[in-house]
């Protein structure tokens, strides 16, 4: 919709004041000699009556005052002569207003009126119309403003449609655009300005200049990494910021904040290199490391392998936490690419370069319960250095299983040794003889024992030599008779006399006979009664 619509509703009253030729008259002075309730009354020198104007006109003269005013008719009756001291001031100040226009001056108006699209605001006893969209008046505020004075700009002087005056369009916009043109001709890329935090955004701060806007990209606000800006910034702050960039166009100002202070990492190339032993800040804890922060704005990265010596994963809220003030080491430092790789295993000496000789295999040592699992447990022998003992090197077969909490100390063998990946493999069984081994020094074959029989199958008896060590009777050697099925003779638990007849120390397996005790017996038999009656059992 054009501005020409909202004139409707007072182009009379444009028309009726606007100097046009055929509305001018002559200028004439006279001394104000009456004023009543609607006109005041002037004795103008070769007038032949008074001269009326209305009294609104002459609100600011007083009685015996001399007033020029536009002579502009006469009453029906010639009673009076009809001036004008408006006509006067509207020709008069619409000179001004074409130069106010012409220069891009400011004026000051009154808003006197609200109307559709925006509002009626005179100048200078001219009234024009004011869009919403130039205002710079918000919606609420709307009615509140009538009545108030205001400064704004010509935007525009027009011929009406019926070419008897002209058309005035004002603009507050133009006032704030003038402003932001000469604020940004001053401005220069190096400036540093002082700003007010307009709105903080995800991606940065708008800041406000004196009329104009400015941004701060995220990355320009601090050398640091921030992850929200309104844990630093709120609406409001004032803040320094150097300017970066300018676009004309589009008047962009782009600043940055960081730059008004030294880049960090050049400041920490200058104080730290590689092997450095520096205190820093736990910042952030992660699945794969930490980042510990060394200067403000200088972080780098202790990666979990870099933790301890051992390979084992560990849990890093075992060694660290947020906030924890820690000694580290730097392994690789590159400021140029803000990389910074710390370590704390460093700072110590790696126990696995000398562990062939310490830890060699057979070695007996001690060590910290730190983890307990189903399958074993993880002591720790030095600081880096963890042995794994499997539960099945806890204790021998037959012995009664041992069982382990975390803060024990336990003694073990070393039974396997890997350099290579920083491993060690321990037996708490190996610290003693095994079962095996205390048999072959107890048992020799042809010796007899008298044990419990402990299983009993289809091809033989097992029985209980000693905790860990079962020996073993085939069924052909069961008896020196013929027996169908071993539990038609034997129970579990009956003790029986037997000879060991074969050890096999790569099987590890002890073979005996009770046949053979048997027969051996019958014979010593038969010779005790060949020895007394001259005669043996066999031939009664």
Not at 226 to 235: F, G, I
Not at 273 to 283: F, I, L, R
């Amino acid at each position: 919709m054009s501005n020409n619509e909202y004139y409707e509703e007072f182009e009379a009253l444009l028309n009726e004041y606007l100097p046009t030729e055929e509305k001018s008259k002559v200028r004439v002075t006279g001394v104000l000699s009456q004023v009543d309730r609607n006109f005041a009354y002037l004795d103008v020198p070769g007038q032949p009556t008074s001269v009326r104007v209305r009294s609104e006109e002459l609100a600011n003269y007083n009685i015996g005052d001399e007033v020029e005013v536009l002579l502009i008719g006469e009453t029906d009756e010639g009673e009076f002569i009809i001036g004008s001291r408006k006509r006067i001031d509207m020709e008069d100040n619409w000179k001004k207003l074409e130069d106010a226009f012409e220069n891009k001056e400011t004026v000051t108006g009154k808003i006197v009126k609200r109307v559709k699209g925006g509002y009626m605001v005179e100048a200078m006893f001219h009234q024009g119309f004011l869009p919403n969209s130039l205002s710079e008046i918000s919606m609420k505020d709307g009615d509140k403003v009538v009545g108030q004075d205001i400064t704004v700009m010509i935007k525009d002087i027009k011929p009406d449609k019926d070419k008897k005056g002209k058309k005035i369009t004002f603009s507050k916009k133009d006032i704030t655009l003038q402003k932001e043109e000469k604020e940004f001709a001053e401005l220069k890329v190096g400036d540093v300005v002082e700003a007010e935090v307009a709105d903080v955004l995800d991606f940065g701060l708008s800041l406000r200049l004196q009329y104009l806007r400015g941004f701060v990209h995220i990355s320009e606000v601090s050398w640091k990494k921030l992850d929200k800006l309104t844990d630093k910034y709120k609406k409001g702050d004032k803040v320094e910021a150097k300017i970066i960039s300018l676009e004309p166009e589009k008047k962009n100002v782009k600043l940055s904040i960081k730059v008004l202070t030294r880049n960090p990492w050049e400041v920490a190339a200058e104080q730290y290199a590689v092997d450095s032993v520096v205190e820093g800040k736990v910042t952030k804890i992660l699945p794969y490391g930490v980042f510990v922060e060394i200067a403000d704005g200088v972080e780098g990265l202790v990666h979990m392998s870099d933790f301890t010596w051992n390979k084992k994963r560990v849990s890093l809220n075992e060694f660290v936490q947020l906030g924890d003030t820690v000694k580290v080491k730097i392994i690789e430092f590159q400021p140029a690419e803000r990389k910074l790789k710390l370590g704390i295993k460093q700072l110590s000496a790696n126990p696995w370069d000398s562990a062939a000789e310490r830890y060699a295999v057979g070695t007996e040592l001690k060590g910290k319960v730190l983890e307990v699992k189903p399958f074993g447990i993880f002591a720790e022998v030095e600081p880096g250095v963890d042995v794994f003992i499997h539960q099945s090197d806890f204790n021998w077969q037959g012995e009664e299983n041992k069982k382990f909490a975390a803060g024990d100390v336990v003694e073990f063998k070393v039974i396997e040794l890997n350099t290579e990946d920083n491993k060690i493999k321990g037996s708490i069984k190996a610290l003693r003889k095994s079962p095996w081994e205390v048999a072959l020094e107890t048992y020799k074959v042809g010796e007899t024992v008298e044990k419990e029989i402990k299983n009993i199958m289809d091809f033989g008896l097992f029985v209980n030599l000693s905790k860990g060590i079962d020996g073993f009777v085939p069924a052909q050697m069961a008896s020196k008779d013929f027996v169908k099925n071993l539990k038609d003779k034997f129970i579990v638990g009956q003790v029986v006399k037997a000879q060991i007849v074969e050890i096999d120390k790569e099987k590890q397996r002890i073979k005996l006979s009770i046949k053979k005790i048997e027969i051996e017996e019958e014979k010593r038999e038969n010779q005790e009664l060949l020895s007394k009656y001259g005669t043996s059992g066999e031939e009664n």
